[in-house]
């Protein structure tokens, strides 16, 4: 079971949380060039992994993320490395989580 990172500083450009991400996780897509990017390089002070219940930290990191130029690309990264913590592309964990579910269904179904 992959650990929970435990920064709640600057993501993903925070190097300490992606260290343990990148030592948690097998990752599919080892990529991570588009970090560069990543408009959250110049934001301290949002919640990058809220707890449970803490859903106005959630939704204050999706508004910080809409218009980040990476956004794509980082919710590409989590889903294809299924990273079920935190706030990625714009998309909560809960979210990731149904959309993997509904990419596996249709993967099985050959749709
Ligand atoms: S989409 Fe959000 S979490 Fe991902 S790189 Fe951009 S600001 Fe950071």
């Known amino acids: 079971m992959p650990k929970k990172p ?3 500083g600057s993501h993903p450009g925070e190097s300490e949380a992606m260290g343990e991400i990148l030592t ?5 897509d080892k990529n991570t060039d588009w970090m560069e990017n990543a408009k959250c390089h110049t934001k301290d002070g949002i919640s990058w992994f809220p707890e449970i219940g803490e859903s ?3 939704s204050a990191a999706k508004q910080f993320c809409s218009d980040c130029p990476v956004q794509e690309r980082c919710l590409k990264f989590a889903l294809d490395n299924e990273i079920m913590y ?5 998309k909560s964990s809960s979210e990731r989580r149904r959309t993997l579910h509904s990419r596996k269904y249709k993967a099985k179904m050959g749709l």
């Open 56 to 58: 106005h930290l959630v």
């Open 86 to 90: 935190g706030v990625w592309g714009g």
């Open 24 to 28: 948690s996780y097998k990752l599919m």
């Open 6 to 8: 435990t920064e709640t």
